[in-house]
């Protein structure tokens, strides 16, 4: 089984101490540096290959946004929070799961479960047979261009994921959602920016750090939020203009 690195960045020391107790109880989580320091943190997460962040979201002296726009890769992002609303810009942002400041060890256990089965379904290991050497296989990275589709590694098989198919890419942690219609969805170990390269891009366009959505799939757009679906997404200013540019010709 995967053991994950994590690190946490708390400001609230009892939070902490019991956040630490109870990552102390599974065997499948090492916790490499707690760390204090925004600077500290980004350099961190830039430097080595952390799986796992645990990060207090209701302290209002530190800036989360401002810190993950200087991390090059995220990790899979816990944030502890006591709202219940307007979450949202988090998961925009790249938070993959949240849990509420009581830190309470079933909560811990589902969210750990999750990221787990996402990694063993991402990597999963063939076991050779009995003197015979075989190769171990990895999700793949980048894929090279197909007519109308690609093929992503995931639980084990090739999956193929048809591009006209797919409603939205999110950037979850060190790997890619992709959420399909049918509520398909699956997980590749790619970057936004090497998936996007792969896609038409007559099709689909950055609209924040954390998205890629695809044009056909949208139902509304109004000032500088997206529907597709039930859900709904941010565009940043930085890519709102070339939306508009889009939809406009796309009529």
Same mark, same amino acid.
């Given at each position: 089984?995967?053991?994950?690195?994590?690190?946490?960045?708390?400001?609230?020391?009892?939070?902490?101490?019991?956040?630490?107790?109870?990552?102390?109880?599974?065997?499948?989580?090492?916790?490499?540096?707690?760390?204090?320091?925004?600077?500290?943190?980004?350099?961190?997460?830039?430097?080595?290959?952390?799986?796992?962040?645990?990060?207090?979201?209701?302290?209002?002296?530190?800036?989360?946004?401002?810190?993950?726009?200087?991390?090059?890769?995220?990790?899979?992002?816990? +944030?502890?929070?006591?709202?219940?609303?307007?979450?949202?810009?988090?998961?925009?942002?790249?938070?993959?799961?949240?849990?509420?400041?009581?830190?309470?060890?079933?909560?811990?256990?589902?969210?750990?479960?999750?990221?787990?089965?996402?990694?063993?379904?991402?990597?999963?290991?063939?076991?050779?047979?009995?003197?015979?050497?075989?190769?171990?296989?990895?999700?793949?990275?980048?894929?090279?261009?197909?007519? +109308?589709?690609?093929?992503?590694?995931?639980?084990?098989?090739?999956?193929?994921?048809?591009?006209?198919?797919?409603?939205?890419?999110?950037?979850? +942690?060190?790997?890619?959602?992709? $959420?399909?219609?049918?509520?398909?969805?699956?997980? &590749?170990?790619?970057?936004?920016?090497?998936?996007?390269?792969?896609?038409?891009?007559? &099709?689909?366009?950055?609209?924040?750090?954390?998205?890629?959505?695809?044009?056909?799939?949208?139902?509304?757009? $109004?000032?500088?939020?997206?529907?597709?679906?039930?859900?709904?997404?941010?565009?940043?200013?930085?890519?709102?203009?070339?939306?508009?540019?889009?939809?406009?010709?796309?009529?």
């Amino acid at each position: 089984m995967k053991t994950l690195s994590c690190v946490t960045f708390m400001m609230d020391n009892a939070i902490e101490q019991k956040l630490i107790q109870r990552i102390h109880a599974f065997d499948s989580i090492e916790i490499t540096e707690i760390i204090k320091t925004s600077a500290r943190l980004i350099e961190k997460l830039n430097r080595s290959g952390t799986d796992l962040l645990f990060i207090n979201l209701d302290n209002k002296e530190m800036k989360y946004s401002d810190i993950i726009k200087l991390v090059q890769r995220p990790p899979f992002i816990i +944030g502890i929070t006591d709202k219940k609303n307007n979450l949202q810009p988090y998961l925009d942002q790249g938070v993959f799961d949240f849990i509420g400041s009581k830190v309470e060890m079933d909560d811990i256990c589902r969210k750990i479960s999750k990221i787990l089965y996402i990694y063993n379904s991402m990597f999963p290991k063939k076991e050779p047979q009995v003197n015979e050497a075989l190769p171990v296989y990895y999700a793949s990275k980048s894929q090279p261009k197909m007519k +109308g589709h690609t093929f992503v590694r995931y639980k084990k098989m090739n999956i193929k994921v048809v591009f006209n198919d797919i409603l939205f890419i999110r950037k979850t +942690g060190n790997c890619l959602r992709i $959420e399909s219609t049918y509520n398909k969805v699956c997980y &590749h170990d790619s970057t936004l920016k090497q998936f996007l390269a792969i896609l038409p891009s007559e &099709h689909f366009i950055r609209i924040n750090k954390s998205i890629v959505v695809n044009y056909n799939r949208i139902d509304k757009y $109004e000032k500088d939020t997206i529907y597709i679906k039930n859900q709904t997404f941010k565009v940043s200013r930085i890519f709102a203009a070339r939306l508009k540019d889009i939809l406009k010709r796309l009529g």
